[in-house]
């Protein structure tokens, strides 16, 4: 019986977040531009990228359709499939999460997430590491805020988005706007 394995490299990923945005001293930033799409991506990664730990990761591959309650409000449905390739140790994901007011406080985030995310992507076993993965929305509603350094950005988002990680890199388009990191 295969099991899908944890992203623990999705957590180095994450960590590339930290921008060279200068901290001024102000604890908050309005988060505007490219510096607050790219915080948003952050948040969209970190949140589902723990949902996923807690719901999908070590769980038998194949199909998926669950409800799961948020940690502090909503629910996301998850529905799709999982697979590993045991002769090269790859996972493979290919699913759709509907979120629906769903809040997760993490200790660098507190993000609300509302519409439909399409998640693929593959990586690899063990010290290969993260190949790449895509999500992708229509639309989706992103509030909150997420750190970088010591700095919280706020970020208010309503719009179509697509967020790729290929390797160690991230970059997309958030409400039209190209960022990168």
Known sequence: MLKILSVLAMAAILSQCSTSKKDDGDATDTGTGAFEDRIGAFMVLNTTNFIYNQNIANTTVGTKNLTVNCTESGTVVITGT??????????????TYVFTKCRYV???????????????????????????????????????YGMSGSTKTEVSKDCAATITVDGSAVSGTMCGETYSY
């Open 82 to 95: 999982t697979s590993v390739d045991s002769s090269s140790s790859t996972n493979k994901v290919d699913l």
């Open 106 to 144: 993490l200790s660098d985030s507190d993000t609300t997430l509302d519409g439909t995310l399409k998640n693929t992507g593959n990586w690899k076993s063990g010290s290969s590491g993260f190949t790449a993965a895509t999500m992708t929305s229509d639309k989706i509603s992103i509030d909150g």
